[in-house]
Structures are given as structure tokens and as C-alpha cells.
């Protein structure tokens, strides 16, 4: 507890009576720095508690930014966790530096302040809370908006019932003094359709036709547009449901469990390993373990983890007896993964080999014999993997790194190759096949959306190319003793950008290197690049996949109006891998150059820019080049007419059909009961983290999901109000409906609370009044008055009453 009067601690949290409030930023930091400066100027001693280090080093980049001075202080040496009989926290700020900003790792919600000293806590710098440590159970930062494609006003959507508008914005009602907010949707014929925000997942964003035809509000047309894809997909579904029928009565190798060993080379790791990385590595062995071939799709931002994933899984493959493939888009990435598995596998007795062209035709002759004879248990390489004389022994998991990169035949001879083995297909952008096998579930998809510790999203910039610009950021990363990529992808002219690179920047040291260069001489520049003999690497788009160098940490790309989105992307994960801030540019001549879709490339390049925008650019990317890219033009009108989303669903229904499954009935419950639900905005005021926490309980799969949501609400934005824990009384109450297949609950004044469109038995309304003796059922009207309110709806107590109904059902 802290030791002036009036203060009290709760738990282990600071709470503060009697004193100021602490000004918020809400991460503005200029609004941060000044109320810092203004605290210094009067003589305060002041203190910043958070227990989160990316954004200790944030803070710390800002206040070097501002010369404003600061010290990292021992929150041990400031505190004490026990006052007289009382546990809590006693803070002495005697022990604080005067004239400099104390920076203390411990965890706060709020500050404050007086004459003497200013105390900030994470709500007075940020908006919210940080996410859990890593490694804690729980969910990680933003989880509830990573996998959540939110739309904005004026973006087409569709709604499961009632088909395709446009989305106008949020709207509030206030109706008999009940609060509440709603998704405004327009449809033909000027129609509005108001759904409420806890329905959220009858929503999608549209991803189609630039200009889709807008539906009727008459569900009835919609459904018989369903109805058309509907025969159009049945092909299709026969052909999906008879490859996912192969692929389940396939014979495999079973792995075995995991031995000592492997808990050994797992240990091995440098890193903490991120919530999502442990989710994906436990996944893929669990994967290996079964009888049937394994095909997994790990999609996984540049940098976060995906190889770690593959080492451990070649790693069991090996134990076993079994050898690797590990099939590489370019031969630098070969490289690189050579030697970073190697240096894994160095105490162990596995043998690991990588074919390229950096070898001679005398090694690779000799490294094709070692493989077929058993001697090499990995073998690293490119497409020369997939030539007719690689012809492993006893092949038993095959690692695809970057599948898009390679092309139709290429494809082909793996179809032949994964048939029989485990499949681990790793990628930053699927490619919309990639993505639309795995949303239909013929692929197992994994997404790694959560970043390493302290790592920062790359500051992106797009524009006309400015030679001013380009000297003033190459200039400040070699300050900054670090390194530079400058990618420009025309070879017979590249020699003229290094004439004016070293004009422009004379005292830099540039390197050239591309494709057509004698790979002794790639290797050799890439080496000195490695080792800082070179402060800019000037290269074609051969470092798109491979260069792993911290260092690097400015990218700048010309003519960038030239490369696919997924290329883009690949090139801006080159930097950023380390602790320190990136920069990438990506210039055009004019603007005259760009057409509409390099347009939507570049900006959708500079709209997703947080760490994990991987699976959201291959979104975005089906968007801009079309949907009927996936299945050829004679899907393409049906993809259109309901969306890729929609259609995907279709498609999976059918598939279950065809395999006899039940297909789950889509029940629209509809919950109008009196009460105010809502997140506010003073609550959350992100509003994408506001639609994602709206998408997350609307969609919950049991009771104990809604319960962790609300923790987690709590822990990171602070005790929920009252209208928060009616919003997640709904989201029990729908997901109790929908199991019992009730669509409707309704409240009728002078009448109670009302079950619509139930069916019961004679004896299963005998048990429910022998329980609840209010219970009325009304055979006819099929409608259970369950009870009445005097005043006030308590949803506690209706979820009770529907939770003992649902059970005698």
C-alpha cells in the first residue's frame, strides 16, 4: 500500500482514494509527452508503472524522441509487498530520481496525482490493458480482432438470411429507456434492415464482384439465389467429398509420441515461444500421430515462429526413422534453412544436406545417392527436389515452404509425392486456392497470429518515388548502425540505380546482387552482406523468401506497382525481425503508372500494417484479383452472387451431404428482451476491437467461452459496466436457444417472458411445471410463458429458467 493517507490497495492492483485523477493520454503521444513536460515543470517525481515490455520500450523510444530523460528503476527496490497484517504494495518515493521519467515494470490500472509526484498508470498512457503474458493461459492481445475482417461504412455485406447490402454504420436505439446498437444495412428498393450487434455473426463482408448486385429484402429470393449455387457446387462437392473421403481411408505412418529427445531439441529453443506457436507445434504432432496422411496448412506472419514449427516436426519424422523433404522457393531460403536446422540438429546424430545451384554438379551427384541410399535423413533444396532422380528411401514427412511461389508443374509432381506422406505446407499469404482448400476444410488450417515479445509493426509508406526521401532513409538507418535492402527488379538497368544510389549517398557502401549472377558470387556478397561489409544490399526480388538478417531494418522497393500483393508483403517481412523499429517504401514513377488493382495493392499494403496481417492480405488479395480465380470462369457468377464467404459455406454443407453427415440447421435466433446491451464506447474506444469483442460472444460454443471472454474483458479494459454484462447474459441466453433449436424469446408486458416456436411433449411439459411450477405452455401458439417481471427484466434470472427448460427437453 502506498503511505499517504487516504490510499488503499485491493488484491494486488493499485485502487487510490482522496487524491487527483492522473490525465489520460489514450495513445496520443503527444497528449503523453506534454502532460509529462507539464509535470516536470512544477517539480513533480514521476513514475510509470507497466508490466508489458514492448510497450516499456515504446515508452522509452518516445521519451528519446522528445529528450525527455528517464531511468528504468528496480520495482523490487520500490516496493514492498506486505504492510503491517495486510498484503498489498508500499511505494517509497524517496527512492526516485528527481528531473528524470521512473520507469517501473508493475502492473497498475490507473495513477495519480499530487503536488509532489505523478504516478501514471496503463489506462492513463493506453487505452486498454495489455494482453497476458506470454505463455499464460488465455487469449493473447486482440484476439478478438486478428481473425475478424471488420467492415466499414459504405463496404457490401452479407447477411446470412436476408443476402447482399450495403452496410451504413452503427446506429443506437433508445427504446423505453433501453439502450441499444444496431448494424444499419441497406438493400434495394431503399429497404433498411436494423440487426442487432449481438447478431454480428449473421454478418460478413462481401468479397466478390467490385459492384455486386444489392438483394431484395425478401428472403425468399435470397434463398432461391442459394438454392441456384447450390446445384451449381454439387460437382464439386462430389469431387471435394471424394478427396476428403481418400484422404481419411489412407494408410499413413503413425509417429510415435514424443521422446525424450524431442523434449530435449524443444528445449533447445533460444525464445520464448508465443501462445500460437505452441498452439500450431502441438498441433501438427498430435497430426503426425494419427494412421492417415497429415496435410496441414500453417499460415503465420514473416517472423513468427512458422520454422520453429518444421524443426520440431522434422525432428519427430527423423527419431522415427523417416526422412525430410523441405521444398524451398529460392536458393537463398535453402541455404538459410541449411544451416539453421543444422545448427539445431548439431548434438544429435541427424544428417542434413541442401541441393541447389550453389553446389557443384559433383555434390549433387553424391547428395542424390546419400538420399536414396537412407545416408541423409533432411534434404533442404528448391524445385531440383521434384526431378526424377530424387528418390528418397523411406520418405515420411514432406516441409513446402511458400507453396505459391511454385508453379503448375511443379504442383503437379507433389500431388504425386503427398499421397502417401504427412504433408506441412507453411505460408505468410496462402494463395486463395490454398485458402479456399483449407476454409473447406480439405486442409487442416492453423493460423500463428500473435507476435514475439516486443516485436513492432513495420512503418509502411507508399508514394511517387522521391530521391530526397530515399537519401534522408538510408541515412538514418546507417546512423543507426544498421542496414538497408533496395529492391528494384529489372536487371539490365539495375546498374544505373547503383550510380545513382552512390551519388545520392556516397558514403554508403552498396552491394549489387541478382538472379543471373554465378552463385558462388550471390553467396559470396550475401556473406559480406551478413557481416556488415555493406551497408545497402541493391537486389532484385531474389531476398523476397530467405534473408533472415536483424540488421536490416529499412527496406525501399521501386516500381513496387509491379509486384503481386503477396510478393509485396513477403519483401516488407524482410525487415522488422528484431527489436528494433522498421521502415519499408515502396515507391511508383506517378501516378499515372498505377492502374486500379496496383492501386488496391498499395494500399492495402499501408491499410494492414499490425504484426499478423498475413491471412488478412490473402483476403484481400482474393478480393482484388477475384474470386473465380479459385474454380475458373464457371464459378465465378455464383461466387459473385453471394460472396466467397457464403459460398465456401455452401460448399461445406454439400461436402457433409455427400458424406452423409447431418448439416447443421442455421437456427436465427431472435432475443427481444427490455434491457439496455451494449459495449460503450467510453468502454472500448477501438472501434475495430469493439466489432471483433461484438463477433467474438456472438459466436461463442458454450458457456464456459462466455465466462473466459468476460475475464479477459475485464483484465484488459478494467470491470465491465452493467450493459457489458447484459451483452454477455445475451450471448448465454442465444447460445442456449440455438442448441435447443429455439429461435425466438420475447418479453410481453402484463404477459412475462415468452418461449416462440417451441414443440413439447405432454411429458416433457409435466416435468418442466413439476419444477418450475409458473411455467405455462400453450400448444397451440407453441409458446412456454416461462415468468413475469414486475419492474426490471434480471437476465441472471431468465437464463436460469431457460438453462432448467433446455435440460428437460
Known amino acids: 500500500m502506498f503511505s499517504t493517507p487516504g490510499e488503499a490497495t485491493k488484491g494486488k492492483f493499485f485502487v487510490f482514494k482522496g487524491l487527483r485523477s492522473q490525465k489520460k493520454s489514450l495513445g496520443n503521444s503527444a497528449v503523453f509527452v506534454k502532460n509529462l513536460k507539464d509535470d516536470l515543470s512544477i517539480g513533480r517525481k514521476i513514475v510509470i508503472c507497466t508490466q508489458d515490455i514492448g510497450r516499456v520500450k515504446k515508452i522509452e523510444e518516445i521519451l528519446l524522441e522528445n529528450s525527455l530523460s528517464f531511468r528504468d528503476s528496480d520495482s523490487k527496490r520500490h516496493f514492498s509487498t506486505k504492510t503491517g497484517d495486510r498484503e498489498g504494495y508500499k511505494l517509497d518515493f524517496s527512492c526516485l530520481y528527481p528531473g528524470v521519467v521512473n520507469i517501473l515494470t508493475s502492473r497498475l490500472y490507473h495513477g495519480y496525482q499530487s503536488d509532489s509526484f505523478s504516478l501514471y498508470g496503463e489506462l492513463d498512457v493506453y487505452e486498454r490493458m495489455p494482453g497476458k503474458a506470454w505463455g499464460e493461459t488465455g487469449a493473447p492481445e486482440e484476439i478478438y480482432t486478428k481473425t475478424f475482417e471488420a467492415f466499414k461504412p459504405g463496404d457490401y455485406v452479407v447477411h446470412k438470411t436476408h443476402g447482399i447490402g450495403r452496410y451504413i454504420d452503427i446506429v443506437t436505439s433508445n427504446v423505453n429507456g433501453h439502450k441499444r446498437e444496431y448494424f444499419l444495412i441497406e438493400y434495394a428498393n431503399n429497404d433498411k434492415l436494423y440487426v442487432p450487434t449481438w447478431q454480428i455473426d449473421r454478418l460478413h463482408r462481401y468479397i466478390g464482384d467490385e459492384r455486386p448486385t444489392v438483394s431484395p429484402l425478401d428472403s425468399n429470393k435470397w434463398e432461391s439465389v442459394k438454392n441456384r449455387v447450390r446445384q451449381s457446387v454439387r460437382k464439386l462437392a462430389i469431387d471435394l467429398a471424394r478427396l476428403y473421403a481418400e484422404r481419411e481411408q489412407a494408410t499413413g505412418f503413425a509417429f510415435p509420441e514424443d521422446s525424450p529427445w524431442q523434449k530435449e531439441i524443444e528445449d533447445l529453443f533460444p525464445f520464448k515461444e508465443t501462445p500460437d506457436q505452441v498452439k500450431a507445434i502441438e498441433y501438427v504432432k498430435r497430426a503426425m500421430e494419427k494412421p492417415i496422411p497429415m496435410d496441414v496448412l500453417v499460415c503465420g506472419d514473416v517472423g513468427f515462429g512458422k520454422t520453429e514449427v518444421a524443426i520440431r516436426a522434422a525432428f519427430k519424422a527423423i527419431e522415427a526413422g523417416k526422412q525430410v523433404l523441405m521444398l524451398v522457393p529460392t536458393t537463398i531460403l535453402a541455404n538459410q534453412h541449411y544451416h539453421t536446422f543444422s545448427e539445431r540438429y548439431r548434438s544429435y546424430p541427424v544428417i ?212 503481386g500483393l503477396s510478393q509485396l508483403y513477403q519483401l516488407r517481412g524482410r525487415v522488422g525481425r528484431s527489436f528494433e523499429r522498421a521502415y519499408a517504401y515502396f515507391f511508383y514513377p506517378t501516378r499515372a503508372h498505377l492502374n486500379f488493382e496496383a492501386f488496391q495493392r498499395l494500399k492495402t499494403l499501408k491499410d494492414y500494417t499490425e504484426l499478423g496481417s498475413g491471412y488478412s492480405v490473402a483476403l484481400k488479395d482474393l478480393e482484388i484479383r477475384g474470386a473465380g480465380e479459385l474454380l475458373g470462369p464457371r464459378q465465378h457468377g455464383h461466387i459473385n452472387s453471394v460472396g466467397f464467404d457464403m459460398y465456401c459455406q455452401i460448399i461445406k454443407e454439400e461436402i457433409e451431404k455427400q458424406k452423409g453427415n447431418m448439416v447443421e440447421e442455421d437456427i436465427n435466433v431472435q432475443i427481444e428482451l427490455p434491457v439496455s446491451a451494449y459495449i460503450p464506447k467510453n468502454y472500448i474506444r477501438n472501434e475495430r476491437e469493439r466489432l471483433g469483442l461484438y463477433k467474438k460472444l456472438a459466436e461463442v460454443g458454450s458457456l464456459d467461452e462466455v465466462d473466459k471472454i468476460v475475464e479477459d474483458i475485464e483484465e484488459r479494459y478494467g470491470k465491465p459496466p452493467l450493459v457489458v454484462e447484459n451483452l454477455a447474459n445475451i450471448a448465454r441466453i442465444k447460445f442456449l436457444m440455438r442448441r435447443a433449436k429455439i429461435e425466438k424469446i420475447v418479453f410481453i408486458k402484463g404477459r412475462g417472458i415468452i418461449l416462440k416456436k417451441i414443440s413439447l411433449s405432454e411429458g416433457t411439459y409435466l416435468k418442466m411445471s413439476a419444477k418450475n411450477k409458473s411455467l405455462i405452455y400453450k400448444p397451440r401458439e407453441k409458446e412456454l410463458v416461462m415468468r413475469n417481471f414486475d419492474k426490471n427484466v434480471d437476465l441472471s434470472l431468465v437464463l436460469a429458467d431457460l438453462s432448467d427448460i433446455i435440460s428437460l427437453i
Open 352 to 563: 542434413v544436406e541442401v541441393i541447389s545451384r550453389f553446389r557443384t554438379k559433383k555434390e549433387q551427384k553424391r547428395i542424390v545417392e546419400d538420399f536414396s541410399e537412407g545416408k541423409i535423413d533432411m534434404l533442404i533444396g528448391t524445385h531440383r527436389l521434384l526431378e526424377d532422380d530424387i528418390r528418397p528411401k523411406d520418405l515420411g514427412l514432406l516441409i513446402i515452404d511458400e507453396e505459391q511461389r511454385f508453379g503448375v508443374n511443379s504442383k503437379e509432381k507433389l500431388k504425386l509425392l503427398k499421397k502417401e506422406v504427412d504433408v506441412l505446407t507453411l505460408t505468410a499469404t496462402p494463395i486463395p486456392r490454398t485458402l479456399y482448400m483449407a476454409l473447406t476444410d480439405i486442409r487442416d488450417l492453423v493460423l500463428m497470429e500473435t507476435s514475439p515479445e516486443g516485436r513492432y509493426p513495420v512503418e509502411t509508406f507508399v508514394g511517387e518515388r522521391d530521391d530526397y526521401i530515399i537519401k534522408m532513409a538510408i541515412e538514418r538507418e546507417i546512423s543507426r548502425g544498421g542496414q538497408v535492402y533496395y529492391v528494384y527488379n529489372r536487371i539490365f538497368d539495375i546498374g544505373n540505380v547503383r550510380n545513382r544510389l552512390e551519388r545520392l549517398v556516397p558514403q554508403a557502401r552498396i552491394a549489387l546482387t541478382h538472379g543471373k549472377m554465378e552463385s558462388r558470387k550471390i553467396e559470396e556478397i550475401m556473406e559480406d552482406f551478413i557481416n556488415r561489409k555493406y551497408d545497402v544490399l541493391l537486389t532484385t526480388s531474389i531476398i523476397e523468401s530467405g534473408m533472415d538478417i536483424g540488421n536490416v531494418n529499412t527496406l525501399i522497393v521501386e516500381n513496387s506497382h509491379r509486384f
